[in-house]
């Protein structure tokens, strides 16, 4: 796979697109070209007899605007590669560039600031902080950013108010179901308009209408803005929001499984 072989709606042979892909028309920080490209990215857990191989030579670009969905049986490297794109994960080989960045040899002390200014993040585990309220959890990376507390709790009950929570603003995660914890997850990591968002299972904890209504949000928000987000998911009710679809199988990414239920072309939603 090459970087220039995989524009949105432009189909590598283990991969579905989308007639639905956005136009790109934003300019981003590192100028033109991938927002992620990951050329033999590998990643080794421990040492000796007790290594794992989590990652075995992953090739792998996203371009600007492009909704991405990440599918593969349970254990086979999904968040393992998504955790490393996102720069809170070290990899051990190969490369990784994230708007241009170098990911394995971007210095400990850069990260931060990285990850703040360009990256959002939904992980499986949702992550709110228990002694801040919905829409106080949805402003901690706004308020980091430098925001005013008023102007970031504004932005952040608009944003509650997009993924149906608009009624559950001031309650405490403790009050909330795992639903709508995992929309403000998704609430927060689309809070200040960051360049990649990668979530992890963003309708795990999701009846079918509102994973439906909240992954339609993110396909908007992606194509709108023309930010790149990666899904990763098992959830077949949601495959057709992607622009393209890349299946992982043992540490690496293979053509789609004949018998996954992804469908062969994903038609306009
Ligand atoms: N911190 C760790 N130490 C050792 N092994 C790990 C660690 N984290 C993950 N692994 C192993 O690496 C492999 C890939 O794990 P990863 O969590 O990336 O899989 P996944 O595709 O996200 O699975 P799932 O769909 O169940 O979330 C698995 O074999 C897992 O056991
Ligand atoms: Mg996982």
Same mark, same amino acid.
């Given at each position: 796979?090459?970087?220039?072989?995989?524009?949105?709606?432009?189909?590598?042979?283990?991969?579905?697109?989308?007639?639905?892909?956005?136009?790109?028309?934003?300019?981003?920080?590192?100028?033109?070209?991938?927002?992620?490209e990951c050329r033999g990215l590998t990643k080794v857990y421990g040492e000796g007899d007790t290594a794992v191989h989590a990652l075995r030579g992953v090739d792998l670009v996203v371009q600007p605007g492009?909704?991405?969905?990440?599918?593969?049986?349970? +254990?086979?490297?999904?968040?393992?590669?998504?955790?490393?794109i996102a720069s809170v994960l070290d990899g051990s080989g190969g490369t990784c560039r994230v708007l241009g960045q170098d990911m394995l040899r971007m210095p400990e002390r850069d990260k931060p600031g990285f990850r703040l200014r360009h990256l959002g993040f939904c992980f499986q585990a949702f992550n709110l902080n228990p002694c801040l309220s919905a829409?106080?959890?949805?402003?901690?990376?706004?308020?980091?950013?430098?925001?005013?507390? +008023?102007?970031?709790?504004?932005?952040?009950?608009?944003?509650l108010q997009q993924v149906g929570l608009a009624d559950k603003a001031d309650a405490m995660p403790d009050q909330l179901?795992?639903?709508?914890?995992?929309?403000?997850a998704i609430a927060r990591a689309f809070a200040q308009e960051p360049d990649l968002i990668v979530c992890d299972e963003p309708t795990s904890a999701l009846d079918s209408a509102t994973g439906e209504k909240v992954l339609g949000l993110i396909r908007d928000m992606t194509h709108s803005s023309h930010r790149s987000v990666i899904v990763v998911t098992h959830d077949a009710r949601i495959f057709r929001f992607a622009d393209r679809i890349v299946a992982?199988?043992? +540490?690496?990414?293979?053509?789609?499984?004949a018998a996954s239920g992804i469908p062969l072309s994903i038609p306009p939603v």
């Open positions: 796979m090459t970087a220039d072989t995989l524009t949105p709606n432009k189909a590598a042979s283990s991969e579905v697109a989308s007639p639905a892909a956005a136009p790109r028309t934003a300019a981003l920080p590192h100028g033109p070209g991938p927002v992620v492009e909704l991405l969905m990440l599918v593969g049986p349970s +254990g086979c490297g999904k968040t393992t590669l998504i955790s490393i829409a106080e959890n949805v402003a901690v990376p706004l308020l980091i950013g430098g925001w005013r507390y +008023g102007k970031a709790l504004d932005r952040s009950r608009e944003l179901s795992g639903g709508q914890q995992q929309r403000v992982m199988e043992d +540490g690496r990414i293979v053509p789609l499984p």
